[in-house]
């Protein structure tokens, strides 16, 4: 399985920006489609945005669309969220994952999903 590490959550104030990173190693990156998934306290897991192996289909829930953008580099064998005009409903740990897959497509429910990183902290004060 591909190993999975995030990095770049923080505070920020209502309105402003973060870019959370995934990097991946121990498989062929090209190979997987990614997922981020945020768990807020009290609250289970849920789906934020997808991406396919190619980068070529992309999904978000409806609560970050038009303020989330998710990407893939695979020289770097990292996927982004760009995540603008935060909301301090936005605040959760943020979880990057990693499924194998043979076919173009990308998958929201975390059960698809093999692989997990650790989770980065996204504190958004009001």
């Known amino acids: 399985q591909v190993q999975l590490a995030e990095s770049g959550g923080g505070l920020v104030q209502a309105g402003g920006s973060l870019r959370l990173s995934c990097a991946a190693s121990?498989?062929?990156?090209?190979?997987?489609?990614m997922g981020w998934f945020r768990q807020a306290p009290g609250k289970e897991r849920e789906f934020v945005a997808a991406?396919?192996?190619?980068?070529?289909?992309?999904g978000y829930t409806d609560s970050v669309k038009g303020r989330f953008i998710i990407s893939r580099d695979g020289a770097k064998n990292t996927v982004y969220l760009q995540m603008n005009s935060l909301k301090p409903e936005d605040t959760a740990v943020y979880y990057c994952?990693?499924?194998?897959?043979?076919?173009?497509?990308?998958?929201?429910?975390?059960?698809?999903?093999?692989?997990w990183g650790q989770g980065s902290q996204v504190t958004v004060s009001s």
């Open positions: 991406i396919s192996w190619s980068g070529a289909s992309t």
């Open positions: 121990g498989r062929t990156f090209s190979s997987y489609a």
């Open positions: 994952a990693a499924r194998a897959t043979a076919g173009e497509g990308y998958y929201q429910n975390r059960n698809d999903y093999a692989s």
